[in-house]
Structures are given as structure tokens and as C-alpha cells.
């Protein structure tokens, strides 16, 4: 990068606002999983205007940026290519809570703040942002991601907990739209914020956001259920739900696969299954309440151990074996399992999402498909049963050498997404958002006409490059 345009930089964001030495930047170029771009610089604003003259700057200059908040997207799309032409914008020094309003049960806070350290500061109040994952993202980039996680079945993605956002758009005056709304109610025309939420940063940065927040939960319980058939597991869903109501609030789906691959990988793991053997299907079934235990009430635990009793002796046969345990060991497990599964071997993952039934005809059908066309090729899923969203992981031997050939990789995700899209009415992006990973699936799925309103938008708010992603 030309050293005229590093001083301009550096004279708009202050010293401690640009990085543009090698090794200081080795952080931000490398993604969680995936990723190694080459940076020109990382800039790194202090507050909303410097990103507005940030912005001016670089769309004035031909500079193309790439927004990057916790960088542990799963789709390639928070680091940049590895021309060493484009700059990273990393929102992590707007990191702060701006204001909590428990009254109104909103926060606004930096879209730069971890989502661990945003809940550090609700939970003093009793309160939670309630998107949940084995990751620790920031703000921005959930927004930009719409990001969904554990508990999407009880609480709603991102999208459904975003009341306002402040966004900057890639224009010659870096233009700030102050969408900071804090009410629940609001129909006064167009809902621009959701312009913002799950496009992958390229309408605009999000600098500040204000969400809904919830009650943390006061009573947990967990069980792992063992399904005869993995054909069991919807009608066993249901009948959960008429039974626990709202208080069922994760149901997930782990494979006999998956979870071995995690046991192998992270050895401090309880196995708590009879005689260690690891059964072929197992749900992650959690219940909670967002108030304290009263007197006469009976323990979560006790109600949960009944209601299992309970919707067994319903049913000629039972559905299912139940295990009741420590919520803490529980979720150890399936927090893991994200990186459990990509120890296996050379993980290929799909992140795609079916009507609830669905996402265990798709696992059979794969079961049997997926072998006669690729032979030698792991299937290690596991998924969120309880909004239909299904992590169909995939994994080749280290050895394989079609683990080095994009093009096989290429050849299996449109084998898996035309399955997924068209014989299921799928979605191959459920939880992810779209990024370089998964751009040819935007071009080839999405339809002309909404790809010439994401093209409208897209020259209307920020004509100028801005992320990685091509909507239109
Ligand atoms: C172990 C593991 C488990 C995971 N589990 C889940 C899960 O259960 N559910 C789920 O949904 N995801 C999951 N993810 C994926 C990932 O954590 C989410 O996509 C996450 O919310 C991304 O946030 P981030 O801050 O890391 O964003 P980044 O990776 O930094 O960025 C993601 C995208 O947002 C854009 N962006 C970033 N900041 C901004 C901003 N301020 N303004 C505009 N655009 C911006 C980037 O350009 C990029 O396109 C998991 C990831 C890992 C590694």
C-alpha cells in the first residue's frame, strides 16, 4: 500500500487505529477455520465517525475493505484475498456497552464487543443476550451473519433480537444511518435495519447495535435422549413439545460420528453412555426456566426425569432411551463438537437447514446416496433438530489425495446443495450467510429478480466494493 494513503490513515484513526507491520497483522488475516488472506493494513476505528471518514477515504481512493469483527465466520468472507491490495476494518476497539436500559430490556452497545463480554456485564443483572454457540463472535459480525446457535428454537436468531443499528455505508462521504431504534414497536415504514442483518457487510459496516435481551435462565436441566431410528427423532420432538411447551429450549442432534470424533479429540470429555459405547444418534434435550426455583415447586430436574417417563409411557414402544445429567458436562460435548468433527480428518461442512422433518430423511438419504457416488468420505453431522438447521460435515482421510483438489470439493458441494435445494427445498446457507465459500450457490440458486433488487440496494447504500460477498 502506498505510503501516502498509510499516513492519511493513520492521521484519521490515531496511531494505535492502523496496523500495517507483518506480523501484527497475522491475527487478523487468518479465519477460525478456513482462511489466509493477505492484508494491506488493518484499521482499527475508535467510534462510528472515524469509520465514516474511514470509509469516504477509502471509497475516494479505490480502496476496497473488508469488515471483520470476531473472524469466526465459517463462509471466508471476513478476510480479505491474498492480492495484499485490500485492508481489513476491524470493529474490535468498539468494544464497550453504551447503555443498558433493564426497563426496557435493550442494550446498545459497540458492534466490536465479544458476545462473552457482552454477557459478563448483562448477567450482573440477571439478564442475557440469548444467541448461544461454541464460538465467541462480536456483534458486528453476528449481525452480518445473522447468526442462529443453540437455542435458536426458543429465542430466534439475531435478526428476530435487533432492535436498532447504526450503520456506515461505502459512499464518497462514508454516509451514517442512525437506525438505533429502541422501541418493540415501530411500523413507520420501511425496516431498514434488516437491509443490514445477514448481507455479509456488503450494504454497509454496523458500528453500534442496540438488541433484546431476555432473562437468563434461573433453572436448567439436560438429558441425552437415544432415538431407536434417527426416523423417530421428529414425532419425538413433538411430542416434547406438547408435553415441556416453551420450556423446551435446545433439542440437538449429534451423530455417532461426530461425537466420537470429539471424545477422540478432546479427551478430558465425559463418556457417560453404558460401557462407553457411543450410540448411533443421540439429542442434546434441554428444558429451563427464567425464574428462580419456588417453594412447593418441584426441581427442573424431577420434572424433566417425569415428563420422559411420561411420553415414553404413551407409546406402544418406547422412542427413545433418556439419560439425565449435568448440564455444565452436557454441553461440554456439543460446544465441542464444531471442533471435534474438524480434527477428523479434511472436513468439507455444510451448513444447510430443511423443514424440521427433514433434516433426518436428508441424513438417511445420505447415508445411502452419498457412497455410491463418493465412496470413502465420513459423514460426521450433527445439527440444531430443533430449527431444522443441519451441520452435514463431511470428512475425507488426512491422506486422501482428493482432500487437495478444489475441484472435487467443488464437484461434492453441488452434488450435496442440489439434493438439499431441490429434491428437499432446503436452504445451503442456514445459519452461515454467504461468503466466498458459498458465492457460486448465491449466483446459481437465487432468482433474477432478487438478484436485481440486491443489486438496486447495493448501488443505492454502498456502491463502492465493500466485503466479500457479490450480491446481484
Ligand atoms: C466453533 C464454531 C462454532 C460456531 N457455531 C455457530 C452456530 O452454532 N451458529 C451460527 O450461526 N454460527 C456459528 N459459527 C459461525 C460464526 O461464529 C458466526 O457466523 C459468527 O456470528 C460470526 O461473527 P464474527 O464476529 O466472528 O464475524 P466475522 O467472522 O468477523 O465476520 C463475518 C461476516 O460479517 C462481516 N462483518 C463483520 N463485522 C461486520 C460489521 N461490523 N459490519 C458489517 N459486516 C461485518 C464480515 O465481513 C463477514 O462477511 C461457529 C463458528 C465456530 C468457529
Given at each position: 500500500m502506498d505510503l501516502k494513503h498509510l499516513n492519511a490513515l493513520e492521521t484519521i484513526l490515531g496511531p494505535k487505529g492502523l496496523i500495517h507491520s507483518a506480523d501484527d497483522m497475522v491475527l487478523y488475516e487468518t479465519g477460525a477455520r478456513y482462511d489466509i488472506g493477505k492484508a494491506a493494513f488493518v484499521a482499527r476505528p475508535e467510534n462510528t465517525e472515524h469509520v465514516s471518514k474511514l470509509l469516504a477515504y477509502a471509497v475516494q481512493n479505490d480502496i476496497h475493505l473488508i469488515p471483520q469483527s470476531g473472524?469466526?465466520?465459517?463462509?471466508?468472507?471476513?478476510t480479505p484475498n491474498p492480492s495484499g491490495t485490500q485492508g481489513i476494518l476491524s470493529l474490535d476497539r468498539m468494544n464497550t456497552v453504551i447503555g443498558l436500559d433493564v426497563h426496557n430490556k435493550s442494550v446498545h452497545a459497540g458492534?466490536?464487543?465479544?458476545l462473552s463480554t457482552l454477557n459478563e456485564t448483562l448477567e450482573k443483572e440477571g439478564l442475557m443476550f440469548p444467541i448461544d454457540l461454541g464460538a465467541d463472535p462480536r456483534l458486528g459480525g453476528m449481525i452480518a451473519t445473522n447468526t442462529g446457535g443453540t437455542r435458536c428454537m426458543r429465542y430466534g436468531d439475531v435478526r428476530m433480537n435487533t432492535l436498532g443499528l447504526t450503520v456506515v455505508l461505502a459512499d464518497q462521504k462514508g454516509t451514517v444511518l442512525k437506525l438505533t431504534n429502541t422501541l418493540?414497536?415501530?411500523?413507520?415504514?420501511?425496516?431498514?435495519k434488516q437491509m443490514f442483518i445477514g448481507t455479509s457487510g456488503a450494504f454497509g459496516v454496523v458500528t453500534e447495535c442496540v438488541l433484546n435481551i431476555v432473562e437468563t435462565p434461573k433453572q436448567t436441566a439436560t438429558a441425552y435422549l437415544v432415538p431407536n431410528s434417527i426416523e423417530a427423532v421428529p414425532h419425538l420432538m413433538r411430542l416434547m413439545e406438547t408435553k415441556l411447551g416453551t420450556m423446551l429450549s435446545a433439542f440437538e442432534g449429534m451423530s455417532k460420528n461426530a461425537i466420537t470424533a470429539t471424545y477422540d479429540h478432546v479427551t478430558s470429555l465425559n463418556n457417560p453412555f453404558a460401557g462407553s459405547t457411543v450410540p448411533d444418534y443421540v439429542i442434546l434435550a434441554e428444558i429451563s426456566r427464567d425464574w428462580p426455583l419456588y417453594e412447593g415447586e418441584k426441581p427442573l430436574k424431577n420434572v424433566f426425569e417425569e415428563v420422559l417417563a411420561a411420553v415414553w409411557e404413551?407409546?406402544?414402544?418406547?422412542l427413545a432411551d433418556a439419560l439425565v445429567g449435568r448440564p455444565e458436562e452436557m454441553w461440554a460435548l456439543r460446544h465441542a463438537i464444531s471442533e471435534g468433527v474438524k480434527s477428523a480428518g479434511k472436513l468439507i461442512a455444510f451448513d444447510v437447514s430443511f423443514k424440521r422433518a427433514d433434516s433426518m430423511r436428508f441424513i438417511s438419504f445420505m447415508k445411502t446416496e452419498l457412497p455410491k457416488s463418493f465412496p470413502d468420505i465420513t459423514i460426521c453431522d450433527f445439527g440444531h433438530v430443533g430449527d431444522g438447521g443441519l451441520h452435514f460435515n463431511l470428512v475425507l482421510k488426512a491422506?486422501?489425495?482428493?482432500?487437495?483438489d478444489p475441484e472435487f470439493e467443488q464437484t461434492l458441494r453441488s452434488f450435496v446443495f442440489d439434493i438439499v435445494v431441490n429434491k428437499y427445498a432446503g436452504s445451503y446457507s442456514a445459519e452461515h450467510a454467504i461468503g466466498p465459500k458459498n458465492q457460486h450457490f448465491y449466483d446459481l440458486y437465487t432468482p433474477a429478480e432478487l438478484k436485481r433488487l440486491a443489486h438496486g440496494f447495493k448501488s443505492m447504500s454502498s456502491p463502492a466494493p465493500l466485503g466479500t460477498v457479490k450480491f446481484g
Open positions: 473472524n469466526t465466520g465459517l463462509v471466508s468472507a471476513s458492534a466490536g464487543i465479544r418493540r414497536k415501530n411500523n413507520t415504514g420501511v425496516d431498514w404413551d407409546e406402544t414402544e418406547p491422506d486422501d489425495l482428493r482432500s487437495k
